[in-house]
Antibody, heavy 116, light 110 residues
Framework: QVQLVESGGGVVQPGGSLRLSCAVSGFTFSRSGMHWVRQAPGKGLEWVAF????????FYADSVKGRFTISRDISKNTLYLQMNSLRAEDTAVYYC?????????WGQGTLVTVSS | QSALTQPPSASGSPGQSVTISCTGTSSDVGGYNYVSWYQQHPGKAPKVMIY???KRPSGVPDRFSGSKSGNTASLTLSGLQAEDEADYYCSSYGGSNNYVFGTGTKVTVL
């Protein structure tokens, strides 16, 4: 069955960097678009980034544009989110997901805390 | 992209119906039939309950239904059950490969 497992979260200082990973299995990763979605503590869901199924294009929410980079390694069946210039407001649980338009699968999330 | 507007809370007794609204604009909810609804229990990942406005994934009870009129989408929970108590979020495609979520609604089963 489909599995998505996020990792890489932790505590980082403001201005720092972190790379999240999402290891996937159970579907054809190379032909699937992928999203990152985050949820600040006690707050709602926020779409962060999208990588098209063919890997040709990436898209970002205005709040992270220029600081975050979504990418994938097909050979490792892994999706990444490189996060630079982190701010306190980036503190959240980060989820990877396969689709937001069709019935998709989500990981369990990884917590990123930006604090000094 | 601004978050879609949902009421903060909704409630009903077991067996009753509850309807949650999700208001956007003609650039998102009103412009596309890509509205989804998610159920989230505390500490858990969201689970899709409705996609493409009114379609139910396999395994989702037919007590859950969705609709849309203009810039407002709605989720109706009929025959409320205790396990329906959760947070619910709508989401919509917003054009140009952007997506937007709703502000979230906490459903309480009295």
């Amino acid at each position: 069955q489909v599995q998505l497992v996020e990792s890489g979260g932790g505590v980082v200082q403001p201005g720092g960097s972190l790379r999240l990973s999402c290891a996937v299995s159970g579907f054809t990763f190379s032909r699937s678009g992928m999203h990152w979605v985050r949820q600040a503590p006690g707050k709602g869901l926020e779409w962060v980034a999208f990588l098209r199924y063919d890997g040709s294009n990436v898209f970002y929410a205005d709040s992270v544009k220029g600081r975050f980079t979504i990418s994938r390694d097909i050979s490792k069946n892994t999706l990444y989110l490189q996060m630079n210039s982190l701010r306190a407001e980036d503190t959240a649980v980060y989820y990877c997901a396969t689709s937001l338009e069709k019935p998709g699968d989500w990981g369990q999330g990884t917590l990123v805390t930006v604090s000094s | 992209q601004s978050a879609l507007t949902q009421p903060p809370s909704a409630s009903g007794s077991p067996g009753q119906s509850v309807t949650i609204s999700c208001t956007g604009t003609s650039s998102d909810v009103g412009g596309y039939n890509y509205v989804s609804w998610y159920q989230q229990h505390p500490g858990k990942a969201p689970k899709v309950m409705i996609y493409e406005v009114s379609k139910r994934p396999s395994g989702v009870p037919d007590r859950f239904s969705g609709s849309k009129s203009g810039n407002t989408a709605s989720l109706t929970l009929s025959g409320l059950q205790a396990e329906d108590e959760a947070d619910y979020y709508c989401s919509s495609y917003g054009g140009s490969n952007n997506y937007v979520f709703g502000t979230g609604t906490k459903v309480t089963v009295l």
